[in-house]
């Protein structure tokens, strides 16, 4: 997996180029979903069904299916799938169990069987007991026409445990400030528990060699 697309590019894409959105899903070890140009305008906020050949499922904690509209962890099995990491055998065994993929994305499916991304498994905060997804707030930020990039994670908190802090990119020529980007936000995200702590303005995200954000390494900056 790369990085979820958010919506707000998804919509830019499919606007300029009408008729030709595809999206992918998956892992490097070996499932995929697909998310074709026909089903674009009904299922936009999804990754699509899986491949021929492959299977997904939403699992919780224990390894039990969840049933649509739940959360919970992504795991897939496919003939394309991997046999295990090269000399890892410890790794393998976390992430192959009875012939499933652990994926460490959380997900859901919805009735028609369309799989949707939710978040990280270990980038979800925890403040006050209740489980905040970093997407759901950076679907909200990313609309403000000041922001480019914006990532969200969690910081130690005294009274919640953990709190909501975004780092973000601004477009060129921007001078919206953190305060306002703070204000904006707070004012737009579905639920109190979801209201950012902070905003930081940076120039540019730590990032793996896929492109991936390192948000453990924005959480230590």
């Not at 919509?11 to 892992?27: I, K, S, V």
């Not at 890892?88 to 460490?104: A, E, F, H, P």
């Not at 925890?126 to 403000?144: A, F, K, T």
Request: hydrophobic content about 35%; charged content about 25%.
């Amino acid at each position: 997996m790369g990085a979820p697309l958010h919506k707000k590019h998804k919509d830019m894409w499919n606007h300029r180029l009408p008729g030709t959105y595809y999206e992918a899903y998956g892992l490097t070890e070996g499932f995929f979903t697909v998310l074709d140009k026909y089903d674009y305008e009904k299922k936009s906020e999804s990754v699509g069904c899986p491949t021929p050949f492959s299977d997904i499922m939403i699992v919780d904690i224990q390894g039990n299916e969840l049933p649509a509209g739940e959360v919970g962890e992504i795991i897939g099995r496919s003939p394309l799938a991997m046999a295990g990491y090269y000399k890892q055998s410890d790794l393998t065994r976390q992430t192959i169990k009875n012939g499933w993929i652990y994926s460490g994305d959380l997900g859901f499916t919805d009735d028609e069987g369309f799989l949707h991304l939710v978040d990280r498994k270990k980038d979800m905060i925890i403040s006050g007991g209740i489980n905040v997804y970093p997407r759901d707030i950076e679907e909200v930020l990313i609309q403000h026409p000041s922001v480019r990039e914006v990532a969200v994670y969690g910081v130690s908190s005294e009274k919640w445990g953990e709190t909501p802090v975004a780092a973000v990119i601004l477009q060129q020529e921007a001078a919206a400030s953190p305060k306002e980007l703070l204000e904006w936000v707070n004012e737009r995200v579905a639920a109190r528990f979801q209201k950012v702590n902070k905003v930081v303005i940076i120039d540019e995200f730590p990032r793996t060699a896929t492109g991936k954000i390192l948000k453990r390494t924005l959480r230590d900056m």
